[in-house]
């Protein structure tokens, strides 16, 4: 399958996610996630603010803020395709924006330079145990994470969006860990 089918298979398949599996698997992706110890290690802890059928974020971003980490998340620039980390001090300082988006309320948020944070929590439609990962097409994080040169990126998913191999294309990002709740996958030596 090429990119475009994964996609809309995947799409297809999270739409059916159930309440107890969302609740089951979020919890523990955030569970995992507190054992690599790349997240324990962090100062600066950037993670998206999830959509109804994603691996929920509160839980991560509520345990990240109590343990002293500073927390970003993405914001995206009108120029498509580019974002930026701004920093949150609570989920107070997150809204809805287009599209029924979740996003950092702009008056209240502080851009940090991406190359001082430490790890970063990405979303994909689809992953592969070698890193490799499909997003929404649009190239944010393909963009955005070679700027955060000196973190560690662990993609999150359900455990179908993890497949045998998935297509890449020369400007994709490989992940070093992929969490399904499940599992941690390492990916790629390097990073830990």
Not at 172 to 183: K, N, P, R, S, W
Request: glycine share 8%.
């Amino acid at each position: 399958m090429n990119k475009s089918e994964i996609r809309q298979e995947i799409l297809n398949r999270r739409r059916l996610i159930s309440s107890n599996e969302q609740q089951h698997y979020s919890l523990a992706v955030n569970t995992l996630l507190t054992k690599i110890p790349a997240f324990c290690a962090a100062k600066n802890f950037m993670t998206y603010l999830s959509l109804p059928d994603e691996i929920q974020t509160d839980e991560m971003i509520a345990k990240a803020m109590q343990a002293g980490k500073q927390v970003c998340v993405p914001m995206l620039r009108k120029q498509a395709g580019l974002m930026d980390a701004v920093i949150i001090e609570s989920l107070a300082d997150v809204g809805i924006g287009k599209f029924g988006l979740r996003v950092p309320n702009k008056g209240n948020c502080t851009t940090i330079d991406p190359v001082k944070i430490d790890i970063v929590i990405v979303p994909g439609l689809a992953f592969d145990l070698q890193g490799n990962r499909i997003g929404f097409g649009k190239g944010y994080y393909d963009r955005f994470l070679p700027l955060a040169s000196n973190a560690v990126y662990v993609g999150v998913a359900w455990p179908f969006q993890i497949l045998s191999h998935i297509p890449v294309s020369q400007h994709d990002v490989q992940m070093h860990f992929v969490l399904t709740g499940e599992e941690i996958y390492p990916c790629y030596e390097g990073r830990m």
